[in-house]
């Protein structure tokens, strides 16, 4: 799939992000739900999740693709630290762990006020060390990506894990179903989508915050709504651009909220990351497949 027939532009300054002959290339199908992309550019590969199969994969440029983790306890969401260590969300565990460099698996958290959380979602790391994830009910909702539960929480909250004392705390408590989350380039502004209305009927709009002293999140307001689905995983390009999953494909927003343009996927998109050795090359989860396209612009997120 390639040429101008797949972008739909709906402003001009989308054409100098996207490189008109770029190849819409699917790089694996045979998943129940891929989530989760997270690029290791010292291993040259991409690891994804595929939740209702309960295993990971990782992708390397030769076109290969392998398990690299299987069971994965209905892992979601992952991302890297400033170390280098793969942080996941997983609904089985209904725990944020990170695996270390020899295999081992670290619990970073697994409850709130001594109940345990709902189902990790997506995470996402700042440059003080600091890891904030997202906790909806998806994976307790049913035994399709989970356990099916019953919620302890009394609110489906984001949180904030300190770097130095491991401490959680709830930064956000008044999400339908936080979801997706980045932090602007600079770190100033943390994004957040609430997918609520996959299940409700309310807005399907990504939320932005500032980020106070490092730790509070302040000036709640509205960023942007999807027109098609609900926006699920996001990530930021250098210029401050946001790329989000939506049903019909990569919804790319200006750091003013005006929708510029969409990549047009064959399947619901859940989730995208910028990767490669420039850092210009987008994967695309979508459905039951693994995406990629080229773009002219690069990826913000480290390492």
Known sequence: MAGSEFYDVK????????????????????????????WFSDLNCLIWSDIPNE???????????????SPSNYVNGNT???QGRLVSCEHGGRRVTRTEPDG???????????KRLNSPNDVV???DGSIWFTDPSYGIMSDYEGHKSPEEQETRNVYRIDAATGDIEAVVTDF???????F???????????????????PRHIRVFDVVDG???????????????TPDGFRFDISGNLWTSAADGVHCFAPDGTLLGKIKVPQTVSNVTFGGPKKNRLFITATQSLYSIYTTTNGAQYP
């Open 11 to 38: 402003d001009e300054r989308f054409r100098a992000l996207i490189a008109g002959s770029a190849v819409l290339e699917e790089l694996y199908t045979g998943c129940r739900w891929a989530e989760g992309p997270v």
């Open 55 to 69: 295993r990971m994969m990782r992708w390397v440029p030769d076109g290969s693709v392998s398990v690299f983790r």
């Open 80 to 82: 890297r630290d400033r």
């Open 104 to 114: 081992r698996i670290t619990v970073l958290a697994d409850s709130y006020n001594g």
């Open 125 to 127: 790391v700042k440059s």
């Open 176 to 182: 339908i179903q936080p979801n997706g989350l980045a």
């Open 184 to 202: 602007s380039p600079d770190e100033r502004q943390l994004f957040i989508a609430d997918s609520g209305s996959s299940n409700h009927d309310v």
């Open 215 to 229: 730790r509070k999140l302040a000036n709640s307001r509205y960023f942007c709504s999807i027109d098609t689905g």
